[in-house]
């Protein structure tokens, strides 16, 4: 019979627990370089992130201050996109003159009836949700079709456009169609064609004349028949939204959204509606 001897056993162990303490804390020390290198890509991400909002909203005061400045150096306003470089990022911006949307608490009962239309829905279900806009902001539709009137149920202006899903019957996906089309912010029943675009323009033509022709204009501009417009000149007294996206590493984003209004003045020149 073969015995063991216990000094040797004992060592044995000792080497076996040795390794295995080993191996233990060479998965600890592992799991805190990983957590410590996870914690330091994300204190770059978070760096990288402040970073791009800190140049979209630069973006944005920049795009102001060239809407104040000389009529040269002024941007397009009827959304066609262009870049403002800023501590090495470029942010793509955009600015719409909300002259050239519908604005929702002075459009007429036959202007909603046709943005809703555009947006696909058939006539009995345009002529209802149009009526409950109406009633929204505090007027009622004179209803030629014969169709009944909904009393007034809020008896408010829109205070945004985001108020209009608030409106029985309009559909998120419906909200989603419209709502680049229109604003609270003109404050005027039509729209200004110089600023609008296309699809505007095409809504419009069917109840007002006069848009035929600007809308016939902006077609053979698309189609290449004739050359593009120069850029409309800033309006003092419009009221504009700017758009700005800036993108970093990793499909790192970040965008900032203002509606300003220029106002003329010069004690205050400038008035915030938004900015987010």
Excluded: C
Excluded at 2 to 30: C, M, P, Q
Excluded at 43 to 65: C, K, Q, S, Y
Excluded at 124 to 152: F, Q
């Amino acid at each position: 019979m073969v015995t063991l001897d216990t000094t040797e056993s004992e060592h044995g162990f000792a080497i076996v627990a040795a390794l295995w303490a080993a191996a233990i804390l060479a998965v600890v020390i592992l799991s805190v370089l990983q957590i410590v290198r996870a914690d330091a890509r994300l204190g770059r991400g978070r760096e990288e992130v402040a970073e791009m909002n800190a140049a979209a909203d630069a973006a944005v005061n920049i795009t102001i201050l060239s809407l104040l400045g000389p009529q040269a150096t002024q941007p397009a306003v009827n959304a066609v996109p262009f870049t403002v470089p800023f501590a090495g990022y470029t942010a793509r911006v955009s600015v719409q003159d909300e002259a050239g949307k519908i604005d929702l608490n002075m459009a007429s009962v036959a202007t909603l009836r046709a943005l809703l239309l555009d947006a696909g829905l058939d006539t009995g279900s345009a002529n209802d949700i149009a009526d409950r806009i109406l009633a929204w902001r505090g007027t009622v539709a004179d209803r030629s079709d014969g169709g009944d009137d909904r009393s007034p149920t809020h008896r408010q202006p829109f205070q945004s456009v985001e108020e209009l899903q608030l409106v029985a019957g309009l559909t998120p996906e419906l909200y989603r169609r419209i709502a680049p089309l229109v604003t609270v912010y003109s404050q005027t029943p039509g729209i200004d064609p110089t600023y609008s675009s296309l699809r505007v323009v095409h809504i419009f033509k069917t109840i007002d004349p006069n848009a035929e022709a600007a809308w016939l204009h902006m077609e053979e501009i698309r189609a290449g028949l004739r050359p593009a417009d120069p850029s409309p000149g800033v309006a003092l007294g419009h009221a504009f939204t700017i758009t700005v996206e800036v993108e970093g590493a990793a499909a790192a984003r970040a965008a900032r959204t203002a509606t300003i209004r220029l106002t003329g003045h010069a004690q205050e020149p400038l008035l915030i509606y938004r900015w987010n």
